[in-house]
């Protein structure tokens, strides 16, 4: 088929005839991504998905295939400013054509990476979108779109609502855990990310405008500061002197420096209140007091 021929009786047909009435789309005669030389013609929303269909198959094998298949698969999208009505089948082929045009080697970011400079601006853009009352994120509008197709999973949506882990999950749990906090060529023990976390929690004490430094939050610690039970450990030492310790990893790991043993301090911090458990040399109770 001479797709250039149809495409051009097109063009010529649209600009011989009279002014349209009701709706219509500006169609670029020559894409902008060839060059942008600013002529347009008005056209039919099916008659604008049929002039960039024809422009895909005319370029097709080109430098400009990508874009093209992209601004295809484009005119299946409606929106408040385009009205269109796509059956389900020349969605699916143009969908199709675009990701097997934009995919792997062919997207025109393939192998290419964003330099820090632009990460770092992409992120203090962000920021202060974010940060600005006025901006279409901290709008009224935004809000409630997001709230509506955010899925309510509290109470009696959440899928574990009434139910408990079991003994075995609960085991597989920890020890999943014990093996990725354990593992020194985890992401978790590399310092980049304990000094990322580090440089954040700084940042944001530090920020006068930061949710840490609100009034209201400075109230709300205070009175959860009253409200809590300081939790203390009493330890049974061997030779029968007892030690009562607010942090008992740090006693465990001088008690194991100073006498050569290697008690584990993991198992102290899952025990329940007033439950004496004794590991290797050391039993322990948990305790709490009010202040």
């Not at 009701?22 to 929303?45: A, D, F, Q, S, W």
């Not at 309510?152 to 408990?164: A, L, Q, R």
Request: proline residues 3%; hydrophobic residues 25%.
């Amino acid at each position: 088929m001479d797709y250039r021929k149809h495409y051009k009786n097109l063009i010529v047909k649209v600009k011989d005839r009279d002014i349209i009435e009701g709706y219509t789309e500006n169609h670029h005669i020559l894409p902008k991504c060839i060059k942008n030389n600013g002529r347009t013609v008005p056209l039919t929303g099916r008659e604008h998905y049929i002039a960039h269909q024809l422009l895909y198959n005319i370029y097709k094998g080109t430098k400009w295939e990508a874009k093209l298949a992209y601004a295809w698969w484009s005119m299946c999208r409606s929106n408040k400013y385009h009205k269109r009505d796509i059956t389900s089948r020349q969605y699916e082929t143009a969908r199709k054509i675009c990701v097997k045009a934009t995919s792997g080697k062919n997207n025109y970011f393939y192998g290419k990476h964003h330099t820090e400079e632009w990460k770092k601006e992409i992120s203090e853009i962000m920021k202060k979108a974010h940060a600005d009352p006025n901006s279409v994120y901290n709008s009224k509008e935004c809000r409630k779109k997001i709230s509506d197709n955010h899925i309510d999973v509290s109470g009696k949506n959440n899928p574990m609502y009434g139910k408990h882990h079991t003994e075995k999950s609960r085991k597989n749990i920890s020890e999943s855990q014990k093996m990725l906090r354990t593992d020194p060529n985890h992401i978790f023990n590399s310092k980049e990310f304990k000094n990322k976390i580090s440089e954040g929690v700084k940042k944001a004490y530090a920020d006068p405008n930061s949710t840490f430094n609100s009034e209201e939050y400075k109230k709300n610690r205070i009175e959860g500061i009253r409200k809590v039970k300081f939790t203390e450990w009493k330890f049974f030492l061997p030779d029968e002197t007892i030690e009562i310790v607010k942090s008992p990893s740090r006693f465990i790991n001088k008690y194991n420096k100073e006498h050569g043993t290697n008690v584990n301090t993991g198992k102290f911090w899952r025990m329940k209140l007033n439950e004496i458990r004794e590991t290797d040399c050391i039993k322990c109770e948990r305790i709490k007091r009010r202040i």
